[in-house]
């Protein structure tokens, strides 16, 4: 019993430290976690599958409040209970807190340097790839025949091209896969 809530905790300090790493590279939103938990806790470790994280992410994204946040609390979870959650949320906040006092420290010098500007453009346009390999590894979990490619495609269009909100258009997206996959036993093709 000792030695498993030893690892446990050994494992939730690991998560504390990729965790706080990753929180110092998740610029341009929340999407830029995911290639990122890709390669150290599914290609690097080994801790979970795509099929999880896809899971992760997805419930996440659709629940109140601030994907990170919600994405860092379940992956926590899964990874390593309740000593994960709390490693997890402290390793991907806790950059932001200190970058973000030593900017306000010296807010009023570079809010109009124009070099800072230009800097930032580049990362928000570098940080797009960064989203669409991720998207491109998840693809193959998310489209497992091509019920998901409809799913996918309206749910698209929806967002594009209708004010709806995305937990409407996620919840459609629910509702869509429950009546296609119905008739399917293992619910999977």
Not at 39 to 64: A, C, N
Request: proline share 3%.
């Amino acid at each position: 019993m000792k030695k498993e809530k030893k690892a446990s905790w050994k494992r939730a300090l690991t998560v504390l430290r990729v965790m706080f790493k990753v929180g110092f590279f998740t610029w341009g939103g929340g999407w830029s976690i995911v290639a990122q938990l890709q390669r150290e806790f599914i290609e690097k470790r080994g801790w979970m599958t795509q099929e999880d994280l896809v899971d992760i992410i997805s419930v996440g994204r659709s629940m109140p409040g601030i994907m990170v946040m919600n994405v860092s609390v379940l992956f926590g979870y899964q990874i390593g209970g309740i000593p994960g959650v709390v490693c997890s949320v402290a390793g991907i906040a806790s950059p932001s807190v200190i970058v973000l006092t030593i900017v306000t420290g010296f807010y009023t010098q570079i809010k109009d340097n124009i070099y800072v500007a230009k800097a930032l453009v580049g990362v928000r346009a570098a940080v797009i790839p960064i989203i669409g390999g991720a998207a491109l590894k998840m693809r193959k979990t998310a489209w497992v025949d091509y019920k998901g490619y409809l799913i996918s495609a309206a749910a698209f269009l929806l967002c594009v091209f209708t004010p709806l909100h995305n937990i409407f258009i996620v919840l459609a997206g629910a509702a869509a896969g429950l009546i296609l996959q119905r008739g399917n036993k293992d619910g999977l093709s």
